[in-house]
């Protein structure tokens, strides 16, 4: 009998979308689509605009009240937005 080395399908798309530099942006678009899951409905309506620069999440929002309220939390964030990712694709988040 012939041994053959099988791979799943999850090792060989993860391996292409690497050797093509789209793992990381991929992983970058997911977290920002997780931003209403993280932090609720209500604050997800205030957020205006989400993206990914230098590891950095910058958020703009259009309460201030609510910019200085997320900026106490924005450790516990970093860590649930990575945590869905399973992956650390940002160190820091800021908002405007």
Known sequence: MFKRNTETLKD??????????LETPLKQKRL???WPGVVGPVIARYTLNTYIYNQTLYVRLSNPALRSDLSMMRGELVKKLNAVVG?????DIRFS
């Open 12 to 21: 060989i798309l993860l391996r292409n979308l690497r050797e093509q530099g």
């Open 32 to 34: 920002v689509e997780a």
């Open 87 to 91: 992956e650390q694709v940002i160190t």
